[in-house]
């Protein structure tokens, strides 16, 4: 509807500008996160503010006496390594910590609660320390294991990545080279249900009843589209500072790492091609006598369970389409992973005229890799190196909205750069 | 059909007594089921005293309408199918206002739908086999042939929308060999868990008659407030479940005989997830997360190395009782000796 | 920062002899013909492989299994249909699901789609898109999703090229303004067969012999997808106020979007066991009558066949579980348009009771009825309380599955000799003359 128009191409124009503005910065380099084997995480409140710019009183875990973040921080830690993390209490309600995945987790001070040791609600005064050995590799989780129904939906989750052993001699998410990637992106899903979060601003504690759950914005590692696009550490998200603008060159081998953060199952499409699914609760798919990913399957759409992990290889080049994706002619040099039989193909369609188009504004005006063509004046624009963008949402059509608002919600961009493109 | 007086039930230990049973000849086993409303008290939301909700069950008999042996349950009473058994008759004693039917699915038998015909000349319909008439004075049977080892849900095959949720549902469980649940796939210990929900204000508009009528004419609105395991959700006296030994191969058996998908997340170790709906996996899953549709089993084994009470939590968060603050629905802890 | 490629598609095009803007704005389908003297898709044909399909995208009316009439979103066949009947024919054509697209491994898809507008909604100059979902190594210009390409006008044609290399099972719809367009009905199954099929007669599969009729679900080497009848299924739901919001012109409620119709290929049930088209009441509206559900689920078979089931969901909200009551396990044998196989030749295929699916997602699904006697049975969903058309029971989200009794005269040491029969699910089949 047309009415709705506006707020998308706006949206969009400003995110994916500021997104190209920021490329030079390292904002995009590895997976943002805390790094070592002792973290401390403080259970604060404060404010997400959503796709449509509404500001949602949310609970998360700070990086100790830092602001509360959504998702909490991502920690990345070593294989092998002993891991403590030490949880204080600043919510009016006791808080815990799970870690799903880990065995032999030990918790330390506090309260006992029913799931694990708990911080009660003093302001911070009662320390809890969880310690577990990180024996293997991959994508975990962490959410709270207090009141969950209330505290995972308030924001208290974020996520773990356990380095292997071969890394970063190979950059692998698993100790086989079957894992092997070129770029890891994070994407971790959640949704909020707005009336929970007002109820819980105002202290309406007997009003809220989470079997009424009706979510309204879903986010990808705690931004809604178009936010997931820009930087990290936008200083305007000051409590979302992670993103999620995945991107890669025709060739490369691109790592999902998706965790199940919130309630709710999300098919998550991911555009541009198949994945070949890897690891699921950070083991990799290996049969009992297999090595490597022998059961690795390839899918269009992976479902994300809440509180599952999915790790899964993407890649592209564009081969088999019957036309030159590059445009070339047929004496052109070759590109890099090009699909040799098409080169030099014709494009196999009359496009309409201009008059008879609407445009994107991530169209190049070329239907070629890397290049650019005439646009009317005011279209396009967001596509400086002429790459092609493709949407990975969520196919639950539904949770690509920002309340009320088409577009945004889990949703964001793949966009795979011409070689030569810089690729932090 | 071997007409021999098979009744063995269990409650969530493995029953050794099928291992003193004769082996070798295909044998049926028999039960005799009663179905019948009764009233389950659920908490309260605010932790102080308990709801009624108004159920339809089943209940064991030793026959037709004879000696009642267990009192009317939600979920009705486990089916323990001794191994080697082949053919699965169950009588059943329909003491609902309503025709009732009962089906297994994954499991074969012959199938005589019910339908009638709607304002519209078009058929619909109304139970997916041949019915028991309300207040039958008959038993009528159910029988399944070529049995299938596995994990499996009894669930009313009339009108299922209405009458699953009201309660008519349990588990039956046919294994390959006694301790074997599958073929090759052994077991020391086992722990049976089904998931289902509640949700009372259509068990109170079922109940008074206004479903249909004055109240609700569909289940679209399902919104359901208590969330079991067992038939029961999880409160602060729920005990844990005994979940074998250390070193044990123990068998977890889930179904969901709800009507939305949970994702029991079991802390602290991994499961390998063996097999869904009976059907054995060419390879395990080695998970800590379960995907469990409605309708759906899965059979998983753990192996703990070490002892402790492992919580079992539905990551969807169904872990609250009609919205109360306090731990419960689908929680349990799994009790692992030393 | 690097620069652009010096590419230009100006004169890139023209180098190739392709004029840009070919017409003034008008309906405009494009078949080109097949001269690269190449049979690839393999059925001795080197002239045929091209398919031309055109559709249009318009608003209508379709009614619910309650008899409610719903206003919609959705595409039209009008293949073959000269382009300047097409706005006539094409306007209010809207059905649901949309025609289903059925090509075969080695065609090429031109997929011309013309925008016919909205009779009902003046007030909208919606543009439109196709996205085939699913589509290997998509190309962002025919990947059909407005923000990094191009959307069609009204009043205009776009013509879409698909190199169909992977058999399997997909799906298509529209991705502009997604969610609305989506959930109004813009929607349908898309099939690719595999070029196993055309297999000369008595080709040894590893022990498998194929003979010519045989049909695959993928070329998986072995006959191991063989089956003798398939039927998309795809699963869809309405939210009957959102189509109403849209009917009357009011702000659309996504944030409460709630499908209350849950459906099997268009229709709740019982009528998805009706296998007539069903004509709308449009009608009542003052609108034309329309026959604007056109695929119907019931699923017959003989005893002993391999029914193959191409289970998808376009449902715009939620994940749904469906079952039958045969008795005999559906054996999942491909998802995502890919054999249930991993590349190191590891058979990942399953048996299960209960398929759960949300939208986007796609599953190949074998039932071997050997085991099954002759009788109806049933294909529902297990998320129970759908079995409803808003708020009637008895309905939702379930068809029929007739097994015949298999013919008593078997030959010795022949393969039973099956019935084949006709197909009466509508579909755009690939390789039928255009015009």
Not at chain 2, 103 to 114: D, H, R, S, W
Not at chain 2, 304 to 327: C, E, H, K, Q
């Amino acid at each position: 509807m047309r009415t709705h128009l506006h707020s998308k191409g706006t949206q969009f124009t400003v995110a994916v500008m500021a997104a190209l503005a920021l490329f030079a910065t390292d904002a995009y380099a590895v997976i943002d996160g805390l790094t070592g084997s002792t973290f401390t995480l403080s259970a604060k409140d404060g404010y997400v503010l959503g796709g449509d710019g509404l500001s949602i009183y949310t609970w998360g875990f700070a990086d100790d006496t830092g602001p509360m973040q959504y998702p909490g921080p991502t920690l990345i830690v070593n294989q092998g390594a002993l891991v403590t993390v030490s949880l204080k209490n600043y919510l009016p309600e006791p808080v815990s910590i799970v870690f799903p995945g880990q065995e032999g987790v030990t918790a330390t001070g506090g309260v006992a609660g029913q799931l694990t040791q708990e911080a009660p609600a003093d302001n911070g005064a009662t320390t809890v320390e969880y310690q577990f050995q990180a024996s293997e590799p991959g994508t975990y989780h962490y959410h709270s294991g207090t009141h969950m129904d209330l505290q995972v939906e308030m924001g208290l989750v974020g996520a773990i990545i356990v380095r292997p052993t071969e890394f970063p001699i190979d950059q692998w998410a698993y100790n086989h080279t079957d894992s092997a990637y070129d770029h890891e992106y994070l994407f971790l899903l959640t949704e909020m249900d707005y009336d929970v979060h007002l109820m819980a601003e105002f202290g309406l504690w007997d009003q809220i009843d989470t079997t009424t759950f009706h979510p309204v914005y879903w986010f990808i590692n705690g931004r809604n589209f178009p936010d997931t696009t820009l930087a990290a550490d936008t200083p305007w998200l000051p409590n979302q500072p992670y993103n999620c603008l995945p991107r890669m060159h025709p060739g490369e081998r691109l790592l999902l790492r998706i965790i199940g953060g919130g309630r709710d199952l999300h098919p998550f499409h991911p555009h541009g091609n198949n994945t070949t699914v890897i690891a699921k609760d950070a083991r990799l798919l290996q049969s009992p006598l297999g090595t490597g990913a022998d059961l690795a399957y390839s899918d269009y759409t992976i479902t994300s369970l809440p509180g599952q992990t999915v790790d899964a290889i993407f890649e592209w080049t564009g081969a088999q389409l019957g036309w030159d994706v590059y445009g070339h002619a047929p004496g052109d040099p070759m590109e890099p992973f090009e699909y040799a039989p098409d080169h030099g193909k014709p494009f196999p369609v009359i496009l309409p005229g201009q008059q008879e188009l609407t445009f994107g504004g991530g169209y190049s005006g070329s239907p070629f890799l890397g290049a650019a063509g005439d646009l009317p004046p005011g279209e396009g624009g967001l596509n400086v190196y002429g790459g092609f963008m493709y949407p990975w949402h969520s196919h639950a059509e539904n949770e690509i909205i920002n309340n009320d608002i088409f577009i945004g919600g889990m949703l964001s961009l793949l966009i795979i750069e011409p070689h030569g493109t810089p690729i932090p | 059909m071997n007409h021999k007086m098979l009744k063995t039930i269990s409650c969530g230990v493995l029953p050794l007594m099928t291992l003193a049973m004769v082996a070798g000849t295909a044998t049926g086993a028999e039960y005799y089921l009663r179905a019948e409303a009764f009233t389950k008290n659920l908490p309260d939301p605010s932790g102080v005293g308990t709801i009624p909700i108004p159920m339809w069950g089943f209940a064991l008999d030793d026959s037709f309408e004879g000696l009642e042996l267990q009192a009317v349950s939600v979920p009705g009473p486990r089916l323990t199918v001794p191994a080697g058994d082949t053919t699965l008759t169950i009588h059943l004693d329909n003491n609902l206002s309503v025709p009732i039917s009962l089906t297994i699915p994954g499991q074969i038998t012959t199938k005589t739908p019910v339908f009638f015909t709607d304002g519209q000349g078009r058929q619909r319909v109304h139970s997916f086999t041949h019915e028991t008439p309300a207040g039958n004075t008959t038993m009528v049977d159910y029988t399944w042939t070529g049995l299938e080892p596995g994990t499996y849900l009894y669930l009313s095959g009339t009108h299922l929308a209405v009458q699953v949720q009201m309660g008519l549902y349990g588990g039956v469980t046919i294994d390959a060999a006694a301790g074997e649940a599958y073929s090759g796939v052994t077991y020391d210990a086992e722990v049976m868990l089904l998931y289902s929900e509640i949700d009372p204000a259509l068990h109170t508009a079922v109940d008074d008659g206004s479903y249909g009528t004055t109240g609700p004419t569909s289940t679209v609105d399902y919104n359901p407030k208590y969330f079991l395991i067992n038939g029961e959700p999880y409160t602060s006296a729920t005990l844990p479940m005994s979940a074998g030994a250390v070193g044990n191969r123990v068998l977890l058996r889930f179904l969901n005989a709800g009507l939305q998908t949970h994702a029991p997340n079991l802390l602290g170790m991994y499961m390998s997830v063996i097999a869904e709906d009976g059907n054995v996996y060419n390879f395990p899953k080695g998970q800590y997360s379960l995907t469990l549709p409605a309708g759906q089993t899965k059979d998983a084994i753990v192996t703990p190395s070490a002892d402790g009470a492992y919580p079992l939590i539905d990551r969807r968060s169904d872990v609250t009782n009609a919205g109360g603050f306090s731990l419960g629905g689908m929680v349990r802890f799994l009790e692992v000796a030393p | 920062m690097k620069r652009i490629r010096p590419y230009h598609l100006l004169s890139l095009l023209m180098c190739f002899g392709v004029a840009v803007v070919p017409v003034s704005a008008d309906i405009f389908s494009q078949c080109p013909p097949d001269t690269d003297g190449m049979d690839t898709d393999g059925d001795g044909d080197a002239g045929n492989d091209h398919v031309c399909l055109h559709v249009t995208a318009s608003d209508g009316f379709v009614n619910m299994a309650d008899g409610r009439l719903m206003y919609m979103f959705g595409f039209h066949d009008v293949t073959g249909l000269p382009d300047a009947d097409v706005m006539a024919d094409g306007m209010l054509g809207a059905e649901f699901p949309a025609p289903t697209i059925e090509v075969s491994e080695g065609q090429k898809l031109y997929l011309s789609l013309s925008n016919v507008g909205m009779m009902v909604r003046p007030d909208l100059f919606d543009a439109h898109t196709i996205h085939y979902h699913g589509f290997p190594e998509a190309s962002a210009i025919f990947d059909g999703v407005p923000g990094p390409s191009v959307s069609i006008n009204m009043g205009s044609s776009i013509t879409y090229f698909y190199n169909n290399v992977e058999p399997g099972t997909y799906m298509w719809h529209c991705h502009f303004e997604v969610t609305e367009h989506m959930q109004m009905g813009m929607l349908g199954n898309l099939v690719v067969r595999p070029i196993q099929n055309n297999l000369p007669n008595l080709t040894d599969l590893n022990g498998f012999t194929h003979q010519t009729g045989y049909t695959y679900a993928y070329n998986d080497g072995d006959g191991s997808t063989y089956y003798d009848v398939d039927y998309p299924i795809q699963l869809h739901s309405f939210d009957p106020v959102f189509h109403d919001a849209s009917f009357t012109v009011q702000p659309l409620p996504f944030a409460n979007m709630k499908d209350t119709y849950s459906m099997l290929n268009g229709r709740g049930y019982p009528d998805t066991v009706n296998t007539a088209e069903l004509l709308n009441t449009a009608d009542d509206e003052g609108y034309e009558a329309r026959y604007s559900q056109k695929v119907h689920s019931l699923i017959e078979a003989t005893e002993g066949d391999k029914i193959l089931l191409r289970v998808s969901s376009l449902s715009t909200t939620l994940f749904y579980t469906v079952t039958t009551t045969l008795g005999v396990p559906m054996k999942v044998i491909g998802r995502g348009a890919r054999l249930l196989r991993s590349a190191s030749g590891q058979d990942l295929s399953f048996e299960t009771n209960a398929l759960n699916i949300g939208g986007g997602e796609g599953l190949d699904v074998i039932i071997d009825t050997t085991d099954v006697g002759p009788g109806t049975y049933f294909l529902y969903t297990t998320n129970l309380n759908y079995l409803s058309n808003d708020t009637e029971d008895f309905g939702g989200m379930m068809t029929e599955i007739v097994i015949a009794a298999a013919p008593l005269a078997v030959t010795d040491d022949q393969p039973p000799v099956r019935l084949r029969r006709v197909d009466t699910t509508k579909r755009i089949r690939g390789g039928k003359p255009l015009r």
